[in-house]
């Protein structure tokens, strides 16, 4: 069955930095675009950035451009999340997720396996 499980959270002040992670198994992780969401209390879930598959294109929400670097390692079946000069607007459960059908990669439709999620808290 395919498993994706996201690691790394935590509380952090703001300017400050935290690098995700998710591990996949049950898939052929190289073969799939995969993407990163979020979730903040109140709100509806996000787009915060994607990678194609070969690791080449990648894509950001205007909210996290120049601040957020997502990246890939299919050796490892890893997916990452490097964020630096967090704001308090950052705050929200963090999702990876894998891309299973056509749309727009901030489509969030389009990702049919998702992960269970971790808390990341920017406090003032």
């Known amino acids: 069955q395919v498993q994706l499980v996201e690691s790394g959270g935590g509380l952090v002040q703001t300017g400050g930095s935290l690098r995700l992670s998710c591990a996949a198994s049950g898939l052929t992780f190289s073969s799939y675009n995969m993407g990163w969401f979020r979730q903040a209390p109140g709100k509806e879930r996000e787009f915060v950035a994607a990678i194609r598959w070969s690791g080449g294109p990648k894509y950001y929400a205007d909210s996290v451009k120049g601040r957020f670097t997502i990246s890939r390692d299919n050796a490892k079946n890893t997916v990452s999340l490097q964020m630096v000069s967090l704001k308090p607007e950052d705050t929200a459960v963090y999702y990876c997720?894998?891309?299973?059908?056509?749309?727009?990669?901030?489509?969030?439709?389009?990702?049919?396996?998702w992960g269970q999620g971790t808390q990341v808290t920017v406090s003032s």
């Open positions: 997720a894998a891309r299973t059908q056509n749309g727009d990669y901030s489509d969030i439709s389009s990702y049919g396996y």
